[in-house]
C-alpha cells in the first residue's frame, strides 16, 4: 500500500474506531441502565449481569459498525477536502478516486466483519442471552439468594431460605422451599443444590440432594412426605427455550422456507453488501468546499439518507416476514437500489454536476 493509501486509510479508521467505540459504550450503558431496573437484575449475579451486558453489546456491533464506518467517510474525507488536501493531490496528478480506494480498503475487512459479527457471532450470543433471561426467571436460582435470608414472593406464594452457601457460589446448603398453591402448600427440604448449567432447549433446572418434599391437602387430605437422594426441580413455568430465529444457525434458517426465517437469513447475508454500499454512498457528502469550516448542509443530507435507508431496511425485512414478497426478490431489491445510487452518486458526470453548483 503506498504512502497516499495508507493516510487516507489511517483518516477513515481513525474516527472509525471514535464513533464505534462511543456508540459501544453509548449503548452498554443503555443497556446496564435499562437492565438495572427490570426484575432480571435481581435474579442474576454481577458476573451473569455483565455477561448479559456484553452479550447485547456483541449483538448491537453488527448495526453500529455499518453506521460508524458511514460517519467516519462522511468525517474522514470531509476533513480532507475541507483542509485542500484531496485537491493538492487531484494537482499533483492524483486520482481522486484514490480516495474511493481507500474507502474500500476500510469497507471491505469492516464489512466482512459485520458478516461474521451477522452470521455466526450474533446467533450464539441471542442463545446466550436467552438462556441467561431464562435462568433469570428461575425460581431456585443460585445468583439470586444470599445465605442466612429468607426471599419471598407474595404474588407466587413462595418462600426460600438458603442456610449457606459454598466459596465458588455454586453450591447451597440446608435449603427450604414453601409453595403455596390453591388446593395445597408443598414444602421441600434439601440438605444440597446446585443449579445447573443450561443447554439449548432446556427448562430452568436445580439439582437437590437428600431431602424432603412435604405436600399438605388444605382440603383435609392426607398430607404426604416423599424422601429423595437426587431431585430434579424445575419452575412452574415451564419456560423452555423454544426455538428463536434470531439464536438460530445460519445454516438451518438456509433450510428453512418460513417466511421469518428466510428474512432472518437475508438479513444475516445482507450485512456485509450494506456495510460496503453504506460506505460507497457516504463518499459524495464528504465532497465540502475548500476552507469552509462545515459542512451542514452535507451531514444533514448524509443524515436524512441514512434514515431513509434505516426505513426502507426495516420496511423490507418486515415484508418478507409478512409474505407480502417472496423469497426473490427478498430483502435484495433495496441494495439493488442503494448500488444504483451508488454507482450514480459516484459517476464523474454526476459528480461534475454537484461541483458546478458549489
Known amino acids: 500500500m ?38 432480571a437484575s ?6 451473569a449481569m455483565l455477561k448479559f451486558i456484553l452479550l447485547k453489546t456483541v449483538i448491537a456491533l453488527e448495526v453500529l459498525m455499518p453506521i460508524s464506518l458511514y460517519v467516519a467517510v462522511v468525517m474522514g474525507l470531509g476533513r480532507l477536502y475541507r ?13 481522486e478516486n484514490r480516495a474511493l480506494f481507500a474507502v474500500l480498503i476500510v ?9 461474521v459479527l451477522s452470521i455466526f457471532v450474533r446467533p450464539w450470543a ?51 422451599h414453601y409453595i403455596h ?18 443447554r439449548p432447549g432446556e427448562r430452568p433446572q436445580i439439582h437437590l440432594g437428600e431431602g424432603f418434599i412435604y405436600k399438605l391437602m388444605h382440603s383435609g387430605a392426607k398430607d404426604t412426605v416423599v424422601q429423595f437422594e437426587k431431585l430434579v426441580y424445575y419452575t412452574d413455568s415451564g419456560n423452555v427455550l423454544d426455538y428463536k430465529r434470531k ?9 428453512s422456507d418460513q417466511p ?55 420496511l423490507a425485512q418486515t415484508w418478507v416476514e409478512q409474505g407480502t414478497i417472496g423469497k426473490m426478490p427478498g430483502v435484495w431489491w433495496l441494495y439493488v437500489l442503494m448500488a444504483l445510487a451508488a454507482f450514480a452518486m459516484l459517476a464523474p458526470d454526476f459528480r461534475q454536476k454537484i461541483f458546478a453548483r458549489r
Open 2 to 39: 503506498k504512502i497516499i493509501d495508507r493516510y487516507i486509510t489511517r483518516e477513515l479508521l481513525i474516527p472509525f474506531t471514535v464513533v464505534a467505540v462511543i456508540l459501544a459504550a453509548l449503548f452498554s450503558s443503555f443497556s446496564s441502565a435499562r437492565f438495572l431496573a427490570s426484575a
Open 42 to 47: 435481581e435474579s442474576l449475579g454481577l458476573a
Open 83 to 95: 483542509d485542500q488536501e484531496i485537491s493538492v493531490l487531484r494537482s499533483a496528478g492524483v486520482s
Open 107 to 115: 469497507a471491505i475487512p469492516v464489512g466482512i466483519a459485520s458478516g
Open 126 to 176: 441471542y442463545e446466550e442471552s436467552y438462556m441467561l433471561n431464562a435462568q433469570a426467571e428461575a425460581e431456585l436460582n443460585i445468583d439470586r439468594f444470599q445465605a442466612g435470608r429468607f426471599y419471598g414472593s407474595e404474588g407466587k406464594g413462595r418462600v426460600v431460605f438458603v442456610q449457606s452457601k459454598d466459596d465458588s457460589g455454586k453450591q447451597m446448603q440446608n435449603v427450604f
Open 181 to 198: 398453591k390453591p388446593d395445597s402448600s408443598e414444602i421441600i427440604l434439601a440438605k444440597e443444590a446446585h443449579q445447573q448449567e443450561l
Open 247 to 255: 439464536a438460530a444457525p445460519t445454516a438451518a434458517l438456509m433450510k
Open 260 to 314: 421469518r426465517d428466510i428474512a432472518e437469513f437475508q438479513w444475516r447475508l445482507s450485512r456485509p453488501i450494506a456495510t460496503i454500499l453504506l460506505a460507497l454512498i457516504a463518499v459524495p457528502f464528504s465532497r465540502v468546499p475548500p476552507r469552509q469550516e462545515k459542512g451542514e448542509k452535507n451531514y444533514y443530507a448524509a443524515a436524512i439518507v441514512f434514515a431513509i435507508y434505516y426505513i426502507l431496511n426495516g
